[in-house]
């Protein structure tokens, strides 16, 4: 369903991606683990259309949407709903006007139909009766469930979560993730989460890649990424503050003589 081929992304001297390969069969939950800054963001902007490669492909549905217009685009688009890092929701607007914030700007219903589908997706997400609150009146999970039930709004086949558990106490941040895996189940859709919480990756990843100096560097289940003899993924996994992966500021050398 989501195919990236030897994708290539730089901004000014700094190189993002550099021939990165990556493929996400559909109904498939995978989740791309990786430093803080590696890149993990851009690659959903790729999936989306946001960016566009310099070098390389991206193609949803075996549709390379390079060669796609505005209107071909817009298409792809409506495929995804995605899940933002601090959920993004606008403060002048309650929680039912936000999670219908995309009915009302692409398909045009009336205010009456679209909050009757926004109430409907709150229910889903465990949240009734908030629809005229205030985002400033909700906590840090309940805006993320707003989040997610916006992202799911238009009935997508593909969800995007970027860092989903970022900003949220253990306890929540595991309500979150079986929300998650719960949607997914429900809705039968494929997902791709980026994040750099262990936790998160274990509990709601069919498969898990690991992007490194701008390349995939491994892919496996939970259990072969846990049991993996990649020595990069492995500090990673372990959060280890000894190994081959470079931390600004510390002696490489003595880093890699304690690992």
Do not use: C
């Not at 989903?164 to 809705?187: F, Q, S, W, Y």
């Not at 750099?196 to 509990?203: E, G, I, R, T």
């Not at 259990?223 to 993996?228: H, L, Q, R, S």
């Amino acid at each position: 369903m989501i195919k990236l081929e030897e994708v290539y992304k730089s901004f000014g001297k700094k190189e993002v991606l550099t021939g990165l390969d990556l493929e996400i069969r559909k109904g498939e939950s995978r989740v791309i683990i990786g430093g803080s800054g590696s890149g993990k963001s851009v690659i959903l902007k790729h999936i989306v259309g946001i960016l566009r490669p310099e070098k390389g492909r991206v193609l949803i549905d075996d549709l390379d949407i390079e060669t796609l217009d505005e209107a071909g685009l817009y298409r792809i688009r409506k495929k995804f709903g995605m899940l933002f890092q601090m959920a993004a929701l606008f403060d002048s607007m309650n929680v039912w006007e936000n999670v219908g914030f995309g009915l009302r700007r692409h398909e045009k219903m009336k205010d009456k139909d679209i909050k009757e589908i926004a109430t409907e997706k709150l229910r889903m997400v465990g949240l009734v009766g908030v629809e005229n609150l205030m985002p400033s009146e909700l906590s840090g999970g309940m805006k993320k469930r707003v989040g997610l039930a916006r992202a799911i709004a238009h009935e997508p086949e593909i969800l995007l979560y970027d860092e989903p558990t970022t900003g949220l106490d253990p306890i929540t941040a595991d309500a979150i993730n079986d929300l998650l895996v719960e949607m997914r189940e429900k809705l039968s859709v494929t997902s791709v989460a980026i994040t750099h919480d262990m936790s998160s990756a274990w509990k709601i990843a069919d498969s898990i890649s690991m992007l490194y100096d701008g390349k995939i560097i491994d892919t496996g289940t939970p259990d072969e990424i846990k049991n993996t003899a990649n020595p990069f993924v492995k500090q990673f996994i372990t959060g280890s503050a000894f190994g081959p992966i470079k931390i600004e500021g510390v002696d490489h050398e003595r880093q890699l003589n304690r690992a």
